[in-house]
Nanobody, 117 residues
Framework: QVQLVESGGGLVQPGESLKLSCAVS????????MQWYRQAPGEQREWAAT???????IYADAVRGRFTISRDSAKNMVYLQMNNLEPEETAVYYC???????????WGQGTQATVSS
């Protein structure tokens, strides 16, 4: 069972940055794509960014140009650098691992990011 643990959330002001981290219990990056999702209060969970096993990165339109997803294979870590945050991006941010060509996936417990003045 792969375990994912997010961290790095907190309270920031509009326009500021946060860097989220996702610690992965095993080295799975060759076989899994890693993703970040977010869920705002009262809203459905939405996809934000993906880093494929190949290293290709893909972003939702709402975050492209401001968010950067990355990984460190040596540390089994995935990151989401979030810049120029907006209040409506207040949400719980989740890390997900999805196995290539398979429906197997794992979720972390989430980390709260609050953007408020």
């Amino acid at each position: 069972q792969v375990q994912l643990v997010e961290s790095g959330g907190g309270l920031v002001q509009p326009g500021e940055s946060l860097k989220l981290s996702c610690a992965v219990s095993e080295n799975i990056f060759r076989d899994y794509s890693m993703q970040w999702y977010r869920q705002a209060p009262g809203e459905q969970r939405e996809w934000a960014a993906t880093i494929a096993a190949s290293g290709l990165t893909i972003y939702a339109d709402a975050v492209r140009g401001r968010f950067t997803i990355s990984r460190d294979s040596a540390k089994n870590m995935v990151y989401l650098q979030m810049n120029n945050l907006e209040p409506e991006e207040t949400a719980v941010y989740y890390c997900k691992a999805r196995r290539i060509n398979c429906f197997t996936e794992y979720w972390g417990q989430g980390t709260q990011a609050t953007v408020s003045s």
